[in-house]
């Protein structure tokens, strides 16, 4: 019902910063959440952060936090991930994501949302 498509994703040194967006179209919902998630071989998709959209209210898990920062565009409908002080440990694939139904709180399990993007490479490497 909504469609999400991820860029930005690439080879970086350690250290290095990129920027991914996520753009969202088809039908709109009043107050959605958005997230991004990472997955590694092996292991279950992780969360990263992610946005409420109507107020910008953010949330990180704590392996991020004072690296990445989410942020959105209204009027482009596109989630931002920028992701600063890049580690070996960050690569992986990146998904963003959209809970479409109102929560009182940005969920970090990804059960909670609705849609998916395609996902993007992130290689961080020396």
């Known amino acids: 019902q909504v469609q999400l498509v991820e860029s930005g994703g690439g080879l970086v040194q350690p250290g290095g910063s990129l920027r991914l967006s996520c753009t969202a179209s088809?039908?709109?919902?009043?107050?959605?959440?958005m997230g991004w998630f990472r997955q590694v071989p092996g292991k279950e998709r992780e969360f990263v952060a992610a946005?409420?959209?109507?107020?910008?209210?953010?949330n990180y898990a704590d392996s991020v936090k004072g690296r990445f920062t989410s942020s959105r565009d209204n009027a482009k409908n596109t989630m931002y991930l920028q992701m600063n002080s890049l580690k070996p440990e960050d690569t992986a694939i990146y998904y963003c994501?959209?809970?479409?139904?109102?929560?009182?709180?940005?969920?970090?399990?990804?059960?909670?949302?609705?849609?998916w993007g395609q996902g993007t490479q992130v290689t961080v490497s020396s």
């Open positions: 088809g039908r709109t919902f009043r107050d959605v959440i």
């Open positions: 946005i409420r959209w109507s107020s910008g209210y953010t």
């Open positions: 994501a959209v809970k479409r139904s109102y929560i009182s709180y940005l969920p970090t399990r990804d059960s909670a949302y609705d849609d």
